[in-house]
Structures are given as C-alpha cells and as structure tokens.
C-alpha cells in the first residue's frame, strides 16, 4: 500500500515520535563522535610528524578542517530542511532548519578564528583578502541574515517560512558568490598563497584528519539532534506528552 | 487589468512621490562627497579606488532605496489585493522590479561617470562603469525584491534587509567594478560583463518566485 510506503516520512511529523527516536540516536552519536574525534585528535596532536615547512603551527589543521567541512555543509542541510518544510509543512523540518542555522555561523566563525591563528605563523598576518577566507566570511554573514530574520518575526510560521526562502535563495547564491570571489582573487593579487597547490599530504596526517572531519559529522548531527530535541520541548511545552516526560 | 496597467500604476506612483525618488540618489551624491574629506583629496590617490568607491556606494543607494519596492502598497491593503489577482504575482513583481529599476538603477547608471570624474577616475572607463551599472542594478534589485518583500511586514524591517541583501550583492559587485577595471587597465572588458549579464539574467528569472512568495508570506503575517 503506497500509504506505507510513505509511513516512515509521515512519522517525522510527530514531534513526540521525534523525542523517543532521538533519545535513543543521541547516546550513540555521542559515542561515535568522542571516539572518531578523540582518536582523530589525540593521533593528529600528538602523534603524526611535524610538518617540513611549518613546524607543529599545522596541527590546527585537524580543528580547522573539520570545522570548515560542516559550516559548508550546514548551509545546505539547513536549506534542505527549510525546503522540505515549505513543501509538506513539517514543522520539525523548520525547527531542525532553525537549529542549524546558529550551528553553522558558530563552525564558520571557528573555520574562520582557526584559519587567523593559522595564518600568523604561516603568512605573517592573521588575515589575509584569499578567495577561501573571504568566502567563509560571506557565507557567516549569510548564516547570520537567516538567524535575523528568522527571529525577527513574532509569528513563528511567518519566521519560518522567511528563513527557508532566504536559505534556499542562499543556496543558488552560493556556487555564484565563490565562483566570483575566486575570479576577483586571481585578479587582484595572483598566486600569494601557494597552500592549496602544495603536494597532497602524507597519508600518517592524511588519516587522523579524515578521522577528525568523521567525528566532526557525528559531533555536528548529536548536537543538531539535541538541539531539535530542547526546541521541540519547548515548541510543545503544554501539550500533554511534554508534562508526562518532564 | 493587464500587467502593462500596473506597470504604469507604479510608474506614476514613484513619479508622483519626487523626494522618495531622489532622496537615493542625493544620498549616492553625498556618500561620494565624503570619500575625498575622509580619504585624501590627492586624485593620485582617489584614481585607483574611484570607480570601486562609485560601485560600492551605488550599491548601498540600492539597498537604501528597496524599502520604497513594497512598503506603501504593505501599509494600504493594496498588496492583499494584489495577492489575490488574476495576473500571477510572480508577473506582477518582474514588472515592480522593472519600474523600480527605471527610477533608480538608470539615474544611477548616469549619474556614476560625474561622480567618477569627481574622484578623478581615468575616463576611459566612464562608458563601462555606466553600462555595468545599469546591468547590475536590474539584478540587484531583483535579488533586493526578494529581500523587501521577506521583510516588509516587519517594524524594523529596512535594518534586518540591509544584512540580508548585502552579501547578495558581492558577485555583482565583483563582476561590476571588474569589468570597470578590465576597461582602465586595457585588459579584455569581455569575460567580467558577460558574466555580470549572466548572473543578472539568472536574477531575473529566478527571483520572481521567491518573490512571489515573499509577498504571499507577508501578507499572512499581516
């Protein structure tokens, strides 16, 4: 029957399905992140050699990395959230959209706080106009215009459905803003940064760096999910199976 | 009503309100003015950073202007029953951009080589910073609909906007002031304005629906 097909979908719109599932997921999330992040960085810090060229300053590679891998992907995974809300009106959908948003500025600001302590005993300036820097910084301003608008709004489906557009108008901007900003980087000061180019990494840093950006996808979704968790709490706190739990 | 009909009811409109269509472009006057008294007057140090001066301040004269796209049609009722009209809303706002772009993005397109000569701009560049100005204007204003319309129920909504539209305006900006500089410098004029044509026709046909929706959410949020 097509309407079992489906079920697994529909369940999602049941903030109190939600609740249960996730009690569950969590714990385990937990685990997987302090055991891939813990190895990852434990392995990264202390045990894989030193860099040629840059001494130790590297190692805030194994934070940065992973940091900048999931502020990207968390503009997507909130626009999507956003645009299977507007579609079949789920509610839990914007709230995990929601979520995600302060969640991904905080990671860009990390990216972007770890790329600056990189860079000053790399490059000798704490910032520098590159074409990845400046869109990471584009993309926080653009993860802080959705947190503004969202809770601009009294109406909290009026907020809702404000953000999804703005996200999803986001991501088409996206490709756009750092195809751009890559043009006006090779225009105005050609070829300053030559790290990207540099000879692919060894495999002994190669390895716990994917261990780090691993942990950081499971450490990324506990949170999103514990996140969701306290706001759909908060969404349904007088409604009776929120009094029951609590 | 046809969609030529309300294109020129909002023609009228902003013609008949002059301080709203010229406050702007006063203020993209002025803003220029500053750089000079803050900077340098030395045009040996105006002339290298004058037509991205122009670019950058046209864009904030956009933003600034935006607020006028909906806001008095949100007040009156009228864009409830705009809403619930035959003529798609999605018609409705492509041709609301295109008159909101005839009021200012053609002033400012024509205004930019005087501000430019007053910051002592080389003059070869006048007709491509022209030209730039009024292609990108067409695509900001359709991305700075999407923008307005999201936020025109709000009290405080021109603030919340301002942040919102900005970094959408980068690859204009970028493409824009580019060009300007490919034309000064002799490089080739061609790749920086076919790009910036491209994202501009991008802009307007993508943006309608956002903006359609936009409107649609306002409303309900009354």
Redesign the interface.
């Known amino acids: 029957m097509a309407s079992n097909r489906w079920e697994w979908f529909h369940r999602w719109g049941s903030p109190k399905w939600y609740y249960q599932k996730s009690s569950v997921w969590t714990p385990w999330l937990a685990v997987l992140s302090v055991v891939l992040l813990g190895t990852g960085l434990v392995w990264g810090l202390a045990f894989a050699p030193e860099d040629v060229k840059q001494g130790n300053s590297y190692r805030i590679i194994f934070l940065h990395v992973p940091a900048a891998f999931l502020a990207l992907a968390g503009y997507y995974i909130m626009a999507i959230a956003g645009a299977i809300g507007l579609i079949w009106r789920m509610k839990l959908s914007f709230i995990a959209m929601r979520a995600a948003a302060p969640l991904g500025a905080l990671l860009t600001f990390i990216s972007l706080f770890t790329g600056a302590v990189w860079g000053k005993p790399t490059w000798g300036t704490y910032w520098v106009w590159d074409a990845r820097i400046t869109s990471m910084l584009?993309l926080f301003?653009?993860y802080?215009?959705?947190i503004?608008?969202t809770d601009?709004?009294v109406?909290k489906d009026?907020g809702d459905?404000?953000g999804a557009?703005?996200a999803?108008?986001?991501t088409?901007?996206i490709p756009?803003?750092y195809?751009?900003?890559d043009?006006?980087n090779s225009?105005h000061q050609p070829a300053t940064i030559k790290l990207t180019s540099a000879p692919s990494m060894d495999a002994s840093m190669w390895y716990p760096l994917l261990l780090c950006i691993l942990g950081m996808y499971a450490f990324y979704f506990f949170l999103l999910l514990r996140s969701i968790r306290t706001r759909v709490v908060e969404q349904d706190k007088s409604k009776a199976w929120v009094k029951e739990i609590l | 009503m046809t969609i030529w009909h309300y294109f020129l009811r909002d023609l009228k409109l902003y013609f008949r309100n002059a301080s709203e269509l010229t406050t702007p472009l006063i203020f993209f006057l002025i803003a220029i003015a500053m750089f000079p008294l803050g900077v340098s007057p030395e045009s040996a140090l105006l002339r290298p950073i004058s037509f991205g001066l122009v670019w950058v301040v046209a864009l904030f004269c956009m933003q600034f202007s935006l607020d006028t796209l909906y806001r008095d049609d949100f007040s009156s009722g009228a864009l409830e029953q705009l809403v619930q009209h035959e003529v798609p809303l999605a018609v409705i706002a492509i041709s609301r951009t295109l008159v909101y772009w005839v009021c200012f993005g053609v002033p400012i397109a024509i205004m930019a080589p005087v501000l430019g000569l007053m910051l002592a701009m080389e003059s070869s560049g006048f007709g491509v910073l022209s030209l730039t100005l009024l292609v990108g204007t067409m695509g900001m204003a359709s991305?700075g609909a999407?923008g307005s319309a999201?936020?025109v129920?709000?009290k405080?909504?021109s603030v919340?906007m301002t942040?919102?539209v900005?970094?959408?305006f980068?690859?204009f900006l970028?493409?824009g002031s580019?060009a300007v500089?490919a034309a000064i410098t002799g490089a080739n004029v061609s790749p920086?304005l076919t790009?910036l044509v491209g994202?501009t026709v991008?802009a307007l046909s993508?943006?309608p629906p956002?903006i359609a929706?936009?409107i649609k959410?306002?409303v309900?949020?009354g």
């Open positions: 584009i301003f653009l802080l215009g959705v503004v608008l601009a709004f109406r009026s459905k404000a557009i703005l999803l108008v986001g088409v901007n756009i803003i195809k751009s900003v043009w006006w225009l | 991305i999407i999201l936020t129920s709000l405080k909504g919340v942040l919102i900005l970094p959408m980068v690859p970028i493409f580019g500089n920086p790009a994202i991008l993508i943006c956002a929706a936009s959410m306002s309900e949020n």
